[in-house]
């Protein structure tokens, strides 16, 4: 099996991530009371993610990070749009898709974050290197 997949021309991570997901998700119309966090991957989405939860439960602590995160702000390509059509209230969701992929609204509030590519593409790099060694 190829370590790469190419969804309407762009390259995606044959691992952790479905094709279906993906379609989905990219032509998925966020709603305007959305909070969507967007990056490139290994930029610190999960810890923008984290800084936001925190925001919206105001401090509190809670029983499992991973748990938490992964069901108050789903991550579209790995959670696929039935996830986040399954949330309630101020619908929160994650990214990785570039800005020209996802559908647009501009009533959505959008928090991107990046970070130098030097410190990206090799954390990246040895990210993917990692979860291929696991399968």
């Not at 790469?4 to 390259?11: E, F, L, N, S, T």
């Not at 009533?107 to 991107?112: F, I, S, T």
Request: glycine share 6%; proline share 7%; with cysteine.
């Amino acid at each position: 099996m190829s370590k790469i997949q190419i969804i309407r021309g762009i390259p995606f991570p044959n691992v952790n991530i479905l094709r279906e997901n993906i379609e989905g998700t990219i032509d998925y119309p966020p709603r305007d009371r959305n909070i969507i966090i967007a990056s490139y991957p290994n930029t610190g989405t999960t810890y923008l993610q984290y800084m936001v939860l925190q925001i919206i439960i105001q401090g509190r602590s809670f029983h499992s990070c991973n748990e938490v995160l992964d069901k108050v702000i789903p991550f579209m390509e790995m959670n696929g749009p039935e996830a986040i059509d399954n949330l309630t209230g101020v619908r929160m969701y994650k990214h990785c898709y570039r800005n020209d992929m996802v559908k647009k609204n501009t009533k959505p509030e959008v928090l991107y974050m990046y970070r130098n590519h030097a410190d990206t593409l090799p954390a990246f790099y040895y990210f993917l290197q990692g979860v291929w060694e696991k399968r």
